[in-house]
């Protein structure tokens, strides 16, 4: 009896299981079932648009010609000193960024310091003795008016007068020239860049004119290039170029061509200034440079036509009402358009949107397949 009621239980758990998992299953069918059911709905609303298409045909386009360029910092300068001192503080290094204005180097100030209080008292000497000197001047005028002074004491208080004045201007600007050997002790950045190298160490005595930090600014760049005479003078007649990055390309704000040849290489160098910016450009790099040379006539489609598969690029071509995706070979990028090389022709007709095209080609050939 035990055994039977054992047996009772065992079964009535295996048919549980079972009816779990059949309500697991019929949920999965379900779920794949909406999903195929809405690829199909898809499908056909794609297949129910009109496909877009585009008669290829040869266009005029700029004649290129790719030569290699050197980027250069505009802005490169490399800070002296103006006054004499030891190095106290050194508040960047090799590869910091520096803002315009901020503190690089910090001289020890106690000569400039004492210098400025020295031309201050001076300044205050000279003002006592121009207002003794202001005031000997009025007495012998009073007196010269009256009749009891001599022209010569009158002339001799005047020139006194004078001579008081001059000292105090010329204590005034030696202020001024002591203020500044301070303020020479506190270094700035002339311009927002990144430092390019260092000469002093921390402690180091260095006299005017020794330089301190070399700097540049990678906001503001430009591209040399030295060209072949043949080619210089066609550039120089057209006067259009665009630089070539990873991340497309750079129309220059200005293009300058130097006027004479280099007597070794006989090239002739231009200099295009890039607009403000990083571009992910760092000076001393090499890059391609595309200098138009004239017009030629190029097979160009719109670069949404192409198809990416691996490392084969192909357009989807409509031919006797078939659609059929075709390997292409492309050359230069244009705007939005790009240069088809080998694989079509004049005159064929492509699909402006791949993935539509590739849809009816896949229905066409299901189609095909059943009958």
Known sequence: MR????????????????????????????????????????AQQINEEQLETIQVAMEQAPKERLFDGTVEAVNKSTVSAQTSGRIAEIFYDVDDKVKAGSPIIRFTDVEQQAGLRQAQAQLQEAKARKKEADEEFRRASDLYNKGSGTKR????????????????????????TAQQQVDYTLVTAPYSGIVAERHVELGEFVSVGQPL????????????????????????????????????????????MFPFADKATNTFKVRLELPEGQFELYPGMFIKVAFVLGQSERLLIPSIALVQRSEVKGVYVLDNEQIRLRQVRIGNQFDDRVEVLSGLKPGEKIALNPVQAGIRAKSATAKNDVQ
């Open 3 to 42: 055994q039977s009621l054992l047996k009772y239980r065992n079964l009535d758990r295996m048919q549980t299981r079972s009816l779990h998992k059949i309500r697991i299953l019929t949920r999965k069918l379900i779920f794949l079932t909406g999903i195929l059911c809405t690829q199909s709905i898809l």
């Open 153 to 176: 004491e009158y002339d001799r208080a005047l020139a006194a007068r004078e001579a008081a004045g001059a000292r105090v201007s010329s204590a005034q600007s030696a202020i001024k």
């Open 213 to 256: 930090m070399s700097g540049l600014s990678l906001g503001l760049l430009r591209v040399t290039v030295d060209l072949p005479q043949q080619i210089a003078v066609k550039v120089r007649a057209n006067r259009r170029a665009e630089v070539i990055t990873t991340n497309g390309r750079i129309t220059p704000t200005h293009i300058t």
